[in-house]
């Protein structure tokens, strides 16, 4: 059992003082070091990372090193380039290499410093291609939290409210299988009707499809609860993008970087973007966002758009040692994911079989989640119970993270031995079995 002293306390007080209320974790986890599978928090606890530390460290321990060691090499020869008004050698590789690992066509590349960012430059790339003034995007979605990429997040209020006006966005229904807007009777019908929505009602009554500049997509939506859609649904929307000239923008920035077992996820539904956002795992640790636009798309006028640190020689060169290593490993990589993924689908199933409590088990490769539910017959999202979960995981040594009103997101190294994998399953399960027992 962890045991939590003061020095953990007194830095949790200070906090609550001097740093403005955030979306920090509901359990004591106060950081101090992490060795690609382990954490530890600044007492010297020890805790199995299921978190990645929201999806950022997808390569566990050979990961961190190669992101280290090319920080490290770089800090002393240059850390800031002005790259928006100086050439550099290694963004320019970094992107090459980006663009390398991306269906063909594609790119150009621009850099930033977070997902956000980079969904920003896709919003002003969409309107500055296609000359058209309004973007669409999905109810249940985040895309971050400045004023355009939050004008397309909507998985919380909170994250909302009062901060509108926001910016042109129009929204329309993702197809959640386990709790299909539609009501419909199976996977695929959702996502038909999600599709006939869009083609028959808003692009009917509300706006002409010819004033709408790009669709944004998540492959799987992330912070909205780890959903997986229909297959349908991702090719009709491409079919729907081409039939009106819009450009379709893929949200990469969580579930990118192998960590659905493809460097794009949305290369599971065989289907390719116009625009994809990349951030999270691509920096290894460090601030970096990228747009890549294919390139028939074009350039952008001189003087456009820019930012003082995107491309910063710091986060490029922990990238760059990334994107290599993702490129030679690219097969195991794909293959490991693959089999881990399902082996721990399969477990989070028999939890699923086995409790109440679990309403749903998903996922792709390893981007996965369980929901819990009041009863599996309400699917009441059981919000109290979760979060009793994850603090019972905590108390046992095990970092999860929530998502969506009451899942939980399983998203350890991809390189994370089996035998750690499963020794955390032992521990979700075991918190699950206590809360079902003894309630929140
Ligand atoms: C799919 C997706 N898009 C965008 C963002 C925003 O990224 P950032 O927090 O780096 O601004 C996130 C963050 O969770 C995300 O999951």
Do not use: W
Not at 64 to 86: G, N, P, T, W, Y
């Amino acid at each position: 059992m962890i045991r939590i002293g003061r020095r953990v306390k007194g830095i949790i007080e200070r906090d609550k003082k001097v740093i403005f209320t955030t979306t920090r974790s509901l359990y004591p986890f106060v950081a101090d070091r992490f060795d690609g599978y382990y954490a530890y928090d600044i007492e010297g606890n020890k805790f199995l990372d299921f978190s990645t530390f929201i999806s950022i460290y997808n390569f566990g321990r050979e990961g961190l090193e190669l992101a280290r060691r090319a920080i490290k090499l770089q800090v002393d020869k240059l850390m800031h380039s002005a790259f928006q008004d100086f050439y550099a050698e290694l963004p320019v590789v970094t992107a090459e290499k980006l663009i390398s690992l991306l269906p063909n066509g594609f790119g150009r590349v621009f850099f930033s410093n977070s997902g956000t960012e980079a969904n920003e430059d896709a919003i002003k790339l969409a309107r500055l291609f296609t000359k058209r003034p309004y973007l669409l995007a999905f109810y249940n979605s985040f895309h971050g939290r400045s004023l355009g990429s939050l004008s397309m997040t909507s998985s919380k209020v909170a994250q909302r409210a009062h901060l509108g006006p926001f910016v042109g966005f129009y929204h329309a229904f993702y197809p959640n299988p386990y709790r299909c807007p539609f009501h419909s009777s199976s996977p695929e019908e959702c996502a038909e009707e999600s599709l006939d929505f869009i083609e028959n009602f808003l692009f009917r009554k509300v706006v002409s499809p010819e004033e709408i500049a790009g669709i944004f997509v998540e492959p799987v939506q992330g912070e909205g609860g780890y959903i997986v859609p229909p297959k349908e649904f991702i090719i009709g929307l491409r079919k729907l993008a081409d039939e009106h000239n819009i450009l379709l923008i893929d949200d990469e920035i969580q579930a990118g970087l192998m960590r659905t077992g493809k460097f794009v996820a949305m290369d599971h539904f065989g289907v390719k973007a116009d625009i994809y956002t990349f951030a999270k795992a691509l920096g290894g640790g460090l601030p970096l966002g990228a747009t890549v636009a294919k390139r028939s798309l074009g350039d952008t006028p001189e003087g456009s758009h820019a930012g003082t640190f995107g491309g910063n020689l710091l986060s490029i060169a922990a990238s760059n040692a990334l994107l290599d290593y993702i490129k030679r490993n690219r097969a195991k990589l794909e293959q490991m994911a693959a089999r881990k993924g399902s082996m721990i689908l399969k477990r989070l199933n028999e939890m699923r079989e086995s409790y109440e409590l679990v309403g749903d088990a998903r996922g792709l490769g390893m981007m996965l989640a369980i929901e819990l539910v009041k009863s599996k017959e309400s699917k009441e999202p059981a919000t109290k119970e979760r979060e009793a979960v994850l603090n019972k995981c905590f108390e046992k040594g095990l970092i999860l993270l929530g998502s969506g009103e009451s899942s939980i997101r399983i998203i350890p190294a991809i390189t994370m031995p089996e035998e750690l994998i499963n020794k955390g399953l032992d521990v979700l399960e075991e918190a699950i079995k206590e809360v079902s027992n003894k309630g929140a």
